[in-house]
């Protein structure tokens, strides 16, 4: 098998369709169709469904992407560690959540930048979901991601503690207060997208509050979540350490909440390597240096 083939089956599977690969891939989409068709051609059956949707993985596309995931990372690493006198140096490409990106990693970015120099580094942000598909598939080296995270493939550590909030509108002085000035079907939950575990975490407190069908409206912004929040357009969950920075901090209301809801961890995460190359070991050394673990 081709690994560009499989490289470009697997970021078909990851988009759900031709042209996000192609988009993804730099490349044009009769290419990405060609490298498809050729792929499930040496295999001798179909690896997606089509539909006006999109793409989805047939059982043979699911069985092989685990495989192509990994070939692809290998082949990565391999380049990587070829490559690698022991001076951290070359790209490096990091992952974060935007809430984690926005608070927790500007000084810890420019403390790395400061040390390593010769390093090109990358910050790509996403939801943990992605994230770790990401650190999986070899497109990231490491990314930080809510726990709990548990995969044979990955190791973790703790990088932040953070404590979660519900966020409202300034007329809410308390959950009590939200809770007598809302509907019966709920506050409308302003969230990022499915895969989000703030999300996920918003959602079973929604429930928890006796409101399972609340209506859910995606943002893809931090600001922009809680500019709508601040315009009583609904409530999100967000790590206090964000809100409390936000220049919008006054004109909306911070609800604590018991410690099964309030706290998180963020972690580090990366893949299992015989050989942790020295931009990666530079940054994680970064990462574990004095009072990087912080409590919000």
Same mark, same amino acid.
């Given at each position: 098998m081709d690994l560009i083939d499989l490289v470009t089956? @697997?970021?078909?599977? $990851?988009?759900?369709?031709? /042209?996000?690969?192609?988009?993804?891939?730099?490349? +044009?989409q009769s290419n990405v169709t060609q490298r498809v068709?050729?792929?499930?051609?040496?295999?001798? /059956?179909?690896l997606f469904e089509r539909h006006s949707r999109g793409m989805t993985l047939t059982g043979a596309g699911r069985r092989l992407l685990p495989y192509a995931q990994r070939m692809a990372a290998l082949s990565r690493e391999a380049l990587l560690a070829a490559r690698d006198d022991g001076e951290p140096k070359g790209p490096l490409a990091i992952g974060s959540m935007e809430t984690t990106a926005a608070?927790?990693?500007p000084g810890l970015l420019a403390e790395f930048h400061r040390r390593f120099p010769k390093v090109t580094l990358t910050l790509k942000t996403a939801t943990t979901a992605d994230l770790v598909t990401?650190?999986?598939?070899? /497109?990231?080296?490491?990314?930080?991601?809510?726990?709990?995270?548990?995969?044979?493939?990955?190791?973790?550590?703790v990088a932040f503690h953070e404590e979660l909030v519900l966020v409202s509108a300034l007329r809410f002085s308390s959950l009590t207060a939200l809770r007598a000035g809302t509907s019966g079907s709920g506050p409308t939950a302003l969230v990022f997208r499915t895969g989000c575990t703030y999300r996920? *975490?918003?959602?079973?407190?929604?429930?928890d509050f006796g409101w399972p069908s609340a209506v859910r409206f995606e943002l893809g912004t931090l600001d922009g979540m809680i500019g709508c929040v601040a315009a009583g357009m609904g409530v999100t969950l967000?790590? *206090?350490? +964000?809100?409390?920075? @936000?220049?919008?901090?006054?004109?909306? @209301?911070?609800?604590?909440?018991? /410690?099964?809801? @309030?706290?998180?961890?963020?972690?580090?995460?990366? $893949? $299992?390597s015989t050989h942790q190359y020295s931009a990666l070991t530079g940054f994680t050394s970064c990462l574990t240096a004095a009072d990087h673990v912080i409590a919000a």
């Open positions: 089956f @697997s970021a078909v599977a $990851r988009c759900g369709g031709i /042209t996000r690969a192609a988009e993804e891939l730099n490349t +044009v068709k050729a792929l499930e051609a040496e295999i001798g /059956t179909a608070v927790r990693l990401g650190v999986l598939e070899g /497109t990231l080296d490491g990314a930080f991601v809510a726990a709990p995270i548990e995969h044979g493939d990955l190791l973790s550590a996920q *975490r918003l959602e079973q407190l929604l429930t967000l790590p *206090r350490a +964000v809100v409390e920075r @936000s220049q919008q901090r006054d004109e909306i @209301s911070i609800h604590a909440l018991d /410690t099964p809801w @309030s706290r998180v961890d963020t972690l580090f995460v990366q $893949r $299992r």
